[in-house]
């Protein structure tokens, strides 16, 4: 095999490549400047050795000398109170840009399949205890479950709960995320489940102000 | 043109059928067995003379000789306190079928477009208020808003509820289907708003119920 | 079943039509005016009754009382030398509307799978013979097969070509559509056998016109 | 910026790649083991150092110490009567695949835009007439011009017949790519180009080998 062939092999590991895409991926470094590519090994380098994860959330965060924390766990400005736990690293991007969530974080690492109980060895179960032992001690009132909604995200909140349970004896609130229609949605194509939740939480108030009769 | 090709012309008026398909669905017919197109051009005699409106609810429906309600309007083991506002016809299927709605429904007959103010002609805001009127003497507790969730649909609901701020001060509960994470959703690509909504309504309880402590 | 239930039933054997697609066709006949309606019954009416095969093409077309031969058929300025074998009536419109044929046409009626052997009934290979027989008196110089590229489109070829085996050795051209790129087609994305027919097909002379030496 | 930002922003560069999937090619590599990245960042830098363009058809190859010609101009076994121009270099590897072309190649670098007529510095036009030189020595006879089938391709084959003008004079023969049907078209769906061009380059034998009459 060639440098070009054994190169396109390694992209083809990246997320979503293809053969075709991953050979294109070679091409392209062919064709860029040297210094484009030299950045390139370089920052990839840098990540992984400037990178790790943090030892509260678990999420990646280039560390510096003196904290194993991440920026979002050391900010004594985020409501400690709360900690959502999500399943990947890239699921706060949106949820820090929605500016509607000021709490910490959990990086769970991913789902349990519904189909394969014995899968729990990547995801941090056990870490998430004890993380929560330590939380609690610093004011954490509600863990709050942001899985997906699907078969394994329900599997994975259902989970979830059992371990949380004990801390839920002790006055942990545990909550999952609002259930109901999402932006886009229409009536004629929603599934029996999401209407059933749309109706159930369904808001008491609407957008009008009613001001009080005299 | 030939007979073939105005026919065409008016297949190409349904929703979503385009020259092509139109075409196709003339020579469906003339491929099909006499029996098929005569049931189908009867049928749709049938269902022009042999449907109306429903008095209350304005949806279509077949009608028989001694009434002008539909067969959800007319029937008395339904929940006449709950009166769901739906765009269409076509919006009901779900909700029926998801077993999750036993009340009442009014087909509101479209949604109102934000950049075109006068285009109310079309919907029912006049007779949704007469209705309502009707059904307050008959027990009506609760209008539940079910627009979909975009721009022109919330622009309905606002309007709606305009209409309905009369009632609500004579104490009609006005609400609107819940917002959040709907069946398939992944937080990764969900919107700021969709997000904001599964927040605000997280429910505060799990799946599991835990037995209280002794 | 409601009437409204039934003729959505009738609209779900349209091509290409789900069940939800059928019943937005009821509302939409529901919600048009009387006219356009009777204007469709009528229609699809005239259609089976004014619509029939042409004796020689077995296309449909819109017949008078004198003839029983389409207009292309009994268009003597049509090429009569060249027949085009194709599979369905929708097939002509954009040969027509290239402007680049002007022979007769035979409509197969179909394709001939290559898993089902027994499949040959509804194709019009006996009836094919017989048009061969009379055009061939009438000056018929080559046929032209134009199947779909795709397995049953080819296996139909094939079939066609064994029907007219006879006439062939009686001096009758049989020919089969080009094979090569067609537009849009990018070299990267191309299959070997798309490939193999553009490398054989090329052809000898570009877009320009070299003068002659002098 | 952090490294992981900066690294997202560099794999944005790369083709057909967003922001999102950028972000997660990052988490990717900070998943994987040590040996992968460093696998990664030393073919990286091996493709780059010891890849080079080859003097004769300027596609890129694995260039060893007493080489500047790439496996297949260097390969006596190839036909050096044939040149086929190509657009890039991932063309070759369908043809090459196909297994029904054993000329040589030329990599023209792209295409030339039918609305930036200045665009010509990154396709290597002048390269070409010099190539064609030195290979018309070497026994030259065809060069194939294979470029998209749309309107940048079909300019570039404008442009190139034009720059190719004085060799065919001499007798060099210039063709392009058959146009027609490729694989899985329906003639229901073709566009008016590929039907002309499928008519036109109609093959007058098919499938079947009629013995001689005799």
Chains 1, 2, 3, 4 share one sequence.
Do not use: W
Not at 127 to 132: F, N, W
Not at 137 to 148: N, P, R
């Amino acid at each position: 095999m060639t440098p070009i062939e054994r190169l396109a092999l390694l992209f083809e590991k990246f997320p979503g490549i293809g053969p075709r895409q991953a050979q294109r991926f070679v091409y392209h470094l062919l064709t860029q400047d040297g210094e484009y590519v030299s950045s390139l090994t370089s920052l990839i380098q840098d990540v992984r050795s400037g990178v790790r994860e943090c030892a509260m959330c678990f999420r990646f965060f280039a560390h510096g000398k003196t904290t194993n924390l991440c920026s979002i766990c050391s900010n004594s400005e985020r409501d400690h109170t709360l900690l959502m736990i999500i399943e990947r690293d890239a699921d706060i991007t949106p949820i820090e840009r929605s500016k509607t969530y000021n709490g910490l974080y959990f990086v769970f690492g991913g789902t349990i399949p519904l189909l394969d109980q014995h899968h729990t060895k990547k995801t941090r179960g056990p870490a998430l205890r004890a993380i929560i032992e330590k939380r609690l001690q610093e004011g954490l009132k509600e863990v709050i479950l942001a899985f997906s909604v699907n078969p394994d995200g329900e599997n994975t909140t259902r989970y979830v709960e059992v371990q949380l349970a004990p801390f839920q004896e002790k006055g942990l609130l545990v909550s999952i995320l609002g259930r109901g229609l999402s932006t886009g949605s229409e009536l004629e194509y929603a599934d029996a489940e999401t209407i059933k939740n749309a109706l159930k939480n369904r808001s008491k108030q609407g957008f009008l102000e009613i001001p009080p009769e005299e």
